[in-house]
């Protein structure tokens, strides 16, 4: 079946704009998450989603970070008046329930903030 | 979640088997062991997971000690596509840590031919 997207699959933008990051997750999938990997470090946990209980934000760097999922399904991640750190590849993942830890990831998102 | 141990590099002539250790001594009793992998510009792929029990699958099989407290990962016949940074994480379902998957450095294979 169908894994998780993401789109844009590249973004390039200039300080201070802001853009919209989108996550596809696998149907069905009740557990959302997104991550971020900054070159050559590890996966820094941003947010993350269950169902219809409110979301886990304790990972959001700054209140310039947002994020929705609406219907349960897609999820957006909005960061606003973007800096040059926030330059990363931004990843989603998803999982069937939140008791199985088994994530599966989509491509990520690179962005690059000029 | 218990801390992993993973050697920072390997590498693995093309067709042989790449065996791929991890120690993990402080592992708890409901902990399970996931591997992980993330091929340069990609996202990170599911390899397989297990308790206590030896577990294979289509990509690769899981050797789990007796005592639990490490583990090797078995690409039993590597090819080129299968250079990558292998992560070995240990978690418990329901995890009171929080949701997110420690990476950590993983173990950076490379394939040659």
């Known amino acids: 079946g169908a894994g998780v997207s993401q789109s844009p699959s590249n973004k390039v933008t200039e300080k201070g704009k802001d853009v919209e990051l989108r996550c596809d997750p696998i149907?069905?999938?009740?557990?959302l998450y997104w991550y971020r990997q900054s070159l050559g470090q590890g996966l820094e946990f941003l947010i993350y989603?269950?169902?219809?209980?409110?979301?886990?934000k304790s990972g959001l760097p700054s209140d310039r970070f947002s994020a929705e999922r609406t219907g349960g399904s897609v999820s957006t991640l909005t960061i606003q008046r973007t800096q040059q750190e926030d330059s990363a590849v931004y990843l989603c993942?998803?999982?069937?329930?939140?008791?199985?830890?088994?994530?599966?990831f989509g491509p990520g998102t690179r962005l690059l903030v000029l | 979640d218990a801390k992993t141990t993973q050697p920072p590099s390997m590498d693995c002539a093309e067709g042989r088997a790449a065996n791929l250790p991890c120690n993990h001594s402080?592992?708890?009793?409901?902990?399970?062991v996931y591997w992980y992998r993330q091929i340069h510009s990609q996202g990170p792929q599911y390899i397989i997971h297990?308790?206590?029990n030896n577990e294979t699958n289509e990509m690769a099989s899981l050797i789990i000690t007796e005592d639990r407290k490490s583990s090797t990962l078995i690409l039993p016949h590597a090819t080129l596509r299968d250079t990558a940074v292998y992560y070995c994480?240990?978690?418990?379902?329901?995890?009171?840590?929080?949701?997110?998957?420690?990476f950590g450095k993983g173990t950076s294979l490379l394939v040659t031919p």
């Open positions: 993942a998803s999982s069937l329930l939140r008791s199985q830890e088994t994530q599966y």
């Open positions: 149907s069905g999938h009740t557990a």
């Open positions: 989603f269950q169902g219809n209980s409110a979301p886990d």
């Open positions: 402080t592992i708890s009793g409901n902990e399970y």
């Open positions: 297990g308790l206590k």
């Open positions: 994480i240990v978690r418990a379902p329901n995890s009171n840590s929080g949701y997110a998957l420690n």
